[in-house]
């Protein structure tokens, strides 16, 4: 934030559910832990319980990389779409993804504002490249055990075929794959704060970012179902479904002891539309709860 810079935390809004296959899932994991004459690659899975899960960090990335594509960034009063400007890879194998340079110009960006930025080069003045925390927390996807019965294989081998364009030689790879129907529990916590970079704290501006930003993360839940999560999505693997049973906002009151300071849905199951119509209320809350933060 920078000298001078302030940060209240006003609280925190909980999307929590199931994330259900609807096909085949390949996250990859360590292929040392395999025995030879196993698979090729091997699905990602707890140390612990040897349960396969869903790492936060690949959740995060794909909804990042969806924002990526239709997310914007007010610039100078000028909304404009994002660039890929920054190599995450190596020299020989890029891997462009797109990331604010400072965080004042995070603050305005559709994506770095909810997924994070790492400065750029700083100025002299240390005045620019400015990282911009990441608001948004993605907790591991464990395997809820009850989804799958004792009897069940979790994962399969499947054998993968790519075919040389030239030779027109197989090369057959054994892809492990945890089967659908299987259900992992998702928890995704965004932070609501009233930020300034210059002292004085106001949340009117906030709450309509704060409102896009919970608009945009259903929107790339959305976008994700009819995509895929993990590798293979092309070849049919990784089609999910999110099943809602929390999308409730809870004040920083809340976490003070204060009784009935959350907002939202807590009951039965529901999918992205109906979190949708949530929002609005979601908001209202916030702001009130904003003020008496501010004031208190
Ligand atoms: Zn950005």
Redesign the pocket.
Known sequence: MGENGKKLLIGKVFLKGDILLKTGLHIGGSKESMQIGGVDLPVIRDSGSSLPYIPGSSLKGKLRSILEKF?K?TTNGKEET?SFNRNIGTRKDNIFI???DDAR??IQ?????IFG?SGGDMDERRTKGEN?PAILFVRDSLLKEDSVSESTVLAEVKIENGIDRISAAANPRRVERVLPGAKFGFELVYDVEALSFTGSVTPGLQKALIEKDLKNLLTCMGILEAEALGGYGSRGYGKVEFKFSEFVAKSIAHFLGSANKTKGKTDGEFGIPEARTEVEEIIKFLELEAKSAISR
Do not use: D, P
């Open positions: 997310g960034r994002l797109h990331c604010c110009l995070a960006c559709e994506v770095c504002r930025s911009m």
